[in-house]
């Protein structure tokens, strides 16, 4: 089993910034780096969405979602097992539950989950 553990600092200004982290441990077969890594997350009253995704291997390929370009960017530190999200810019519609998420092949690994809040 992987156990994936979110942490970082949840409240902010307008304007502000955060990094979000995402501790994995556990039964991680074939290696962290394997592992596509995302973030996604849970407006109140919302469904969840996908924030940015970093590919598996050395290319690191990234994808954000439309509100998350320019502001957002996720990386990873395989030898340490963590990603990370360093949100900038925030508004008050970033506040949510934010969700990290390694996947490999058909396995999906989600994080508990960690409140951002921002407020004006």
């Known amino acids: 089993q992987v ?3 979110e942490s970082g600092e949840g409240i902010a200004q ?3 910034s955060l990094r979000r982290s995402c501790k994995a441990s556990g039964n991680i077969r074939e290696g962290y780096s394997s592992y596509t890594k995302s973030w996604y997350r849970q ?3 919302k469904e969840r969405r996908l924030v940015a995704f970093i590919n598996s291997g050395n290319g690191g390929l990234t994808e954000y979602a ?3 370009k320019d ?3 996720i990386s990873r530190n395989n030898g340490l097992k963590t990603a990370y999200l360093q949100m900038n810019r925030l508004s008050t519609e970033d506040t949510g ?3 990290c998420k390694a996947s490999i092949r058909a396995k999906d690994y989600w994080g508990q989950g ?3 809040t921002v407020s004006s």
């Open 3 to 5: 156990v994936i553990v």
């Open 14 to 16: 307008t304007g502000g």
């Open 43 to 45: 407006a109140p009253g």
């Open 66 to 68: 439309d509100f998350a």
């Open 71 to 73: 502001r957002f960017i």
């Open 97 to 99: 539950v934010y969700y």
């Open 114 to 116: 960690t409140q951002v």
